[in-house]
């Protein structure tokens, strides 16, 4: 993945679960559209039709609550960055992006987490889990800046 075309900035991987959450990391196409990338996220349907033409790694689902596939996703993460080693980690959640923002701090990679439009007035899980290895925070609301000291509001992508 090196030599981006762009030169304000390196190598992204975005992860995220498939519907909404992809949705929003696409959204930000503005943005990523002269970068050079690759995709996280489970083969569904809208996935596949939203990421066609794109570089994907599929991951493991469902990870809410399932050993065996945050495992997997662990090993897909290990993987998947020692073989791109990207310059930064960027997620909107949820589960699949707990090993990656993991294993992305532990190698020094900037991981940039995005809280989902949705919730506005509690933390989401992923989110909660995802701090402590979360390089930037951002949130979409003014009324998220209050659950997430520091974060910066960057406001909606849908």
């Excluded at 033409?53 to 998947?80: C, D, F, K, M, Q």
């Excluded at 940039?112 to 899980?125: G, K, N, S």
Aim: aromatic share 10%.
């Amino acid at each position: 993945m090196r030599g981006s075309p762009s030169s304000d900035a390196g190598d992204l991987l975005f992860v995220g679960s498939s519907g909404g959450h992809l949705a929003q990391l696409v959204a930000l196409r503005p943005w990523w559209a002269g970068r050079r990338r690759r995709w996280v996220t489970f083969r569904t349907p809208d996935a596949e039709s939203l990421l066609a033409g794109e570089s994907v790694e599929w991951a493991y689902h469902p990870t809410t609550r399932h050993v065996g596939n945050l495992l997997r996703n662990t090993v897909l993460a290990a993987r998947t960055l020692r073989r791109y080693r990207p310059d930064a980690i960027i997620s909107t959640g949820a589960g699949v992006a707990l090993p990656f923002f993991v294993l992305g701090r532990l190698a020094g990679i900037p991981t940039v987490y995005i809280e989902v439009y949705d919730r506005i007035e509690t933390r989401t899980l992923t989110a909660r889990l995802c701090r402590p290895f979360t390089s930037a925070l951002l949130v979409q609301w003014d009324e998220q800046l209050r659950l997430y000291r520091g974060a910066t509001l960057v406001g909606p992508l849908l």
